[in-house]
């Protein structure tokens, strides 16, 4: 029965330690271009696929990175909009807050290039002119929306989506260049902890019991 505990609470550490996700954050610090100016369209960083967004080295500006957002001198990342390019996102049929369907390939957006899902904790973003709609998909379906008129004085913009896996900029960018939008600092996968969430109570009975019978089982060996 000990021996039979332990084998089930070792399989349930390894399948808890095979989906445990690794924190990051995405400065975006270490891009630069070949030649001043020269931008590039759809680019991975990370463990994630950026689409119609661009970072370009400037070196007139002060500092000399092309940056909308205050008080943040580092390299971000700017909405860009280049035609041909290959295909975005997986998904099709892609539908908005008003329930309105728009080919994921005319915005820009940032998603997992495995399809693993992930949590946006939150990230530094600025917008050119008007305010930029956020939404958040779960295996091409809607499941969370913000705006950039939601970060604070610091352009933080918190927002601990979980189990997302794109992340879509409506609007962003357009021919005006009204909708552009600025990255920068993006934490993903940090812990959350929901709101009034309370623990499985087959799960800590179970871990209980399995580690329950590693102690016994480890005692009787060192008694033996």
Not at 107 to 118: D, L, Q
Not at 135 to 160: E, F, P
Not at 194 to 223: C, D, H, K, M, W
Request: glycine fraction near 6%; charge should be negative; hydrophobic fraction near 35%.
């Amino acid at each position: 029965m000990l021996k039979m505990l332990c084998r089930l609470s070792l399989l349930v550490l390894t399948f808890h330690a095979c989906s445990y996700v690794y924190a990051e954050t995405l400065t975006f610090n270490e891009l630069t271009s070949p030649s001043d100016g020269e931008a590039f369209p759809v680019f991975s960083y990370g463990n994630f696929t950026f689409y119609y967004f661009s970072w370009a080295y400037n070196s007139a500006l002060n500092p000399p990175t092309p940056n909308l957002i205050p008080n943040d001198p580092t390299q971000s990342i700017f909405s860009n909009y280049y035609p041909f390019q290959p295909a975005p996102y997986p998904y099709n049929g892609l539908l908005d807050p008003n329930g309105d369907s728009f080919y994921s390939g005319d915005v820009s957006s940032f998603y997992s290039t495995s399809g693993r899902p992930f949590t946006l904790n939150n990230m530094l973003v600025a917008a050119y002119d008007k305010p930029v709609t956020i939404l958040g998909y779960r295996k091409g379906i809607l499941v969370d929306q913000s705006s950039t008129s939601a970060a604070n004085d610091l352009d933080l913009l918190t927002l601990n989506w979980t189990n997302i896996d794109a992340v879509f900029f409506e609007n962003s960018p357009d021919i005006l260049g009204e909708y552009y939008v600025d990255l920068d600092t993006i934490n993903i996968n940090e812990p959350v902890t929901p709101t009034n969430s309370t623990p499985e109570p087959s799960t800590i009975v179970l871990l209980g019991s399995g580690l329950f019978g590693l102690l016994t089982y480890a005692r009787r060996g060192i008694q033996s």
